[in-house]
């Protein structure tokens, strides 16, 4: 079956460091793949798309790697804040219909 | 202000009541998605409709219904059948972005209590 991982257990970081969060899929070989954001009570919002013949990309302190052959995109947050504080999904449009299959996302905690 | 705007923010139902979550976009974007969030998880695609009068059933269609009479509304009703109604439901929009794919615009959800 299709399936989109992140890691389940919070991230805990120190302010000033670099945060790396994890999407990995199965079953997928996806044109490109999405970041977003999402605070609590709220709807996400997005952050970064990477495609699937880029291996970086790069927004201010934000980086996205795109491994197609691990099927796999890391998200670096560097000079990690206490603002960064939140649950961060990744989200993939396998077949290019416009319809997203979203990951559970990973909460990330930087402490002061 | 251009977004995407849901009501009401909370709902309360008793069991056995249909209800309809409401959702508008002034972003002018074609395509409309419903999602259903639980506590600690993702987002799981409820229906979904790429132009006015059509639309598509996602992953978990069952006890639920949509209409796209105009492209700026899509509203959901959870009707009866719906097993476990109790939840964050998010509606969201999208149109190609400057990177050729299609970026989605949330509305802020309505938090749905059937008791």
């Known amino acids: 079956s299709q399936k989109i991982e992140q890691n389940s257990e919070a991230l805990n970081i120190q302010e000033g460091k670099t945060a790396t969060l994890t999407c990995n899929y199965t079953?997928?070989?996806?044109?490109?793949l999405q970041w977003y954001r999402q605070d609590p009570g709220r709807g996400p919002v997005f952050l970064l798309l990477?495609?699937?013949?880029?291996k970086e990309k790069r927004k201010e302190r934000l980086k996205v790697t795109f491994d197609t052959t691990l099927k796999q995109s890391l998200f670096h947050i560097t000079a990690s804040q206490p603002a960064d504080s939140a649950t961060y999904l990744c989200?993939?449009?396998?077949?290019?219909?416009?319809?997203?299959?979203f990951g559970s996302g990973t909460k990330l905690n930087v402490k002061p | 202000d251009g977004g995407i705007t849901q009501s009401p923010k909370y709902l309360f139902r008793k069991e056995g009541q249909n209800v309809t979550l409401s959702c508008e976009q002034n972003?002018?974007?074609?395509?409309m998605y419903w999602y259903r969030q639980d506590p600690g998880q993702g987002l799981r695609l409820i229906y979904y409709?790429?132009?006015?009068?059509?639309?598509q059933k996602g992953d978990i269609a069952e006890g639920y219904s949509v209409s796209r009479e105009k492209k700026e509304s899509f509203p959901l009703t959870v009707t009866s059948a719906q097993k476990n109604p109790t939840a964050f439901y998010l509606c969201?929009?999208?149109?190609?972005?400057?990177?050729?794919?299609?970026?989605?615009?949330f509305g802020p959800g309505t938090r749905l209590t059937v008791t």
């Open positions: 989200a993939l449009d396998p077949y290019n219909f416009n319809k997203f299959y």
């Open positions: 972003l002018n974007h074609d395509a």
């Open positions: 409709s790429q132009i006015v009068n059509d639309f």
């Open positions: 969201a929009s999208s149109s190609e972005g400057t990177s050729g794919s299609y970026e989605q615009y």
């Open positions: 990477i495609r699937e013949n880029e």
């Open positions: 079953n997928y070989s996806p044109a490109y």
